[in-house]
């Protein structure tokens, strides 16, 4: 939990302890703990935020607040005396302080289960700036043959930002959240506040910081990345800042009818639409679509980029990044995409691929084999997310590749802990959701994702002969090498 979430339950236990003080001490400790969760209550809200897990606690509090006025300081008596003393009884104070534990305690463990969850801090020297933005799309050929027209969807940015000291982090981990984490929350059965939670988290970007003037004349690196089947644009923030810490452009979308949620910045809806079930016909035909929808999607954001004018809300990115050093990203679906877009951009110089599912690869692709050098970072077999036909289709590629490729694998990590899910949801609650989580380590697979996601961007940058090499060296636990080819 957050610190004046802890203050505040603290504050309400003691409140609870306090009924079992006799006398004047009792009334005196159960004013003050009523005071103080008062006071942490309005601080939690203002500077913390309210969530729904907490509000038993806040009812709690109130209720101390309205009993405060009766809280006298009064002599020591015993109860139930007989004859001319006799004092109508009342109920022992262990019995009150039982009730309000049993009323209270189960509910207050819902925030220590559901945690407010902390990204963590990019390592680089450059603050890190996001910002989002419209982005046209072309018209896309559907599964059933139908073209669909005038698209469009959302696209963010993180990128380098000069500042010292840094700008205030404020930006949020989801934009429009109140469409996304319902639908997140829907997906494993779960009611739509289930997820509420999440909107609390923050970045540690700069919502339309400055971009930072590139040391090199061609511009700072761009890095693509493309989500998984149902994910969202910023699914790996912990990746894209570690990424923009260092000196590089990151660049996501929003695959409408294939993203979790997307509302445009006039408040259109686009909902998750996904893929017919894999037992209907045309199933095969849809997630081929799938693909090469992505594909062509991804290189419309590109092409934007490449175009972009030294007017509007982008201005400061026109002529500030380099086409020519990409490196193409993405996790699951869009880890198979990240390997069609490198290959159809002239400027991208590698492709890193973190648990690709393959099927959306068009069969030719898998024939051709990858021009570029790939590195591929697989969920541990053990654990079953994939069917075997999956490694069967990268085994075809990696035969045909004339670049290097290595494949790696996170040893007892699952499908998710690939993407933000291992840092923001409990291991109970991703797997209730439908998520494929293992018992790795989660700051160690963090650490390894992150160093060779970064040794590659910067290997390739420089010298993309030698990237493979490079990645290679730093290879360690979690992270072990499957394959290296040639």
């Not at 009334?27 to 969530?51: D, K, Q, T, Y």
């Not at 979790?260 to 095969?284: E, F, K, R, S, W």
């Amino acid at each position: 939990m957050r610190p004046l979430e802890w203050l505040l339950v603290a504050a309400v236990a003691g409140r609870i302890v306090s009924m079992l003080v006799r006398g004047e001490a009792g009334a005196v400790w159960r004013s003050a703990f009523a005071v103080a969760a008062g006071g942490a209550w309005i601080a939690h809200l203002a500077f913390e935020g309210p969530r729904w897990s907490l509000g038993p606690t806040y009812l709690a509090v109130v209720a101390a607040l309205i009993l405060l006025p009766w809280e006298r300081p009064h002599a020591k008596a015993v109860w139930g005396r007989r004859g001319a003393n006799r004092r109508r009884r009342r109920p022992r104070p262990w019995g009150r302080a039982l009730l309000w534990i049993l009323l209270w305690l189960p509910t207050a463990a819902v925030p220590v289960l559901l945690p407010v969850p902390v990204l963590p801090a990019p390592t680089g020297p450059w603050a890190v700036g996001t910002v989002s933005f419209v982005l046209a799309l072309p018209d896309a050929v559907l599964a059933d043959g139908t073209v669909e027209t005038g698209r469009r969807s959302m696209a963010r940015l993180w990128y380098p930002v000069a500042a010292d000291p840094p700008p205030p982090a404020d930006a949020p981990w989801i934009e429009r959240a109140s469409v996304v984490l319902p639908a997140l929350a829907a997906s494993g059965g779960l009611p739509a506040f289930a997820s509420g939670h999440l909107a609390l988290v923050r970045t540690h970007a700069t919502w339309s910081a400055q971009l930072a003037s590139a040391p090199e004349a061609s511009g700072w690196p761009l890095v693509t990345f493309d989500h998984g089947l149902g994910g969202f644009r910023s699914q790996n923030t912990f990746l894209v800042e570690e990424l923009a810490s260092h000196g590089a452009v990151v660049a996501a979308i929003d695959h409408p009818g294939d993203a979790l949620g997307t509302t445009l910045a006039d408040g259109t809806t686009l909902p998750y639409v996904g893929l017919p079930a894999a037992d209907a016909p045309g199933y095969a035909d849809a997630v081929l679509a799938t693909g090469t929808r992505w594909t062509a999607d991804t290189l419309a954001l590109l092409r934007t980029l490449r175009d972009l004018l030294p007017v509007g809300d982008l201005a400061m990115f026109a002529g500030a990044l380099d086409l020519g050093r990409v490196v193409a990203v993405g996790h699951s679906t869009g880890g198979g995409v990240a390997v069609d877009v490198c290959h159809a951009w002239d400027g991208c110089v590698a492709a890193l691929a973190l648990d690709p599912w393959w099927a959306p690869v068009d069969a030719a692709r898998l024939e051709a084999g990858s021009e570029r050098p790939l590195v591929v970072v697989d969920s541990d077999p053990a654990l079953g997310y994939f069917a075997p036909i999956n490694g069967d289709r990268f085994a075809r590629l990696v035969d045909a590749s004339t670049a290097p490729v290595l494949a790696l694998v996170l040893e007892r990590g699952g499908h998710n802990d690939l993407n933000d899910t291992m840092h923001l949801v409990p291991s109970w609650l991703a797997q209730r959701l439908g998520h494929s989580v293992g018992p790795v380590d989660k700051d160690a697979a963090m650490a390894a994702v992150r160093g060779v996601s970064l040794a590659l961007v910067e290997a390739v940058t420089n010298d993309a002969g030698a990237a493979i090499d490079e990645v290679a060296s730093i290879v360690g636990p979690p992270l072990r090498v499957a394959a290296s080819v040639p």
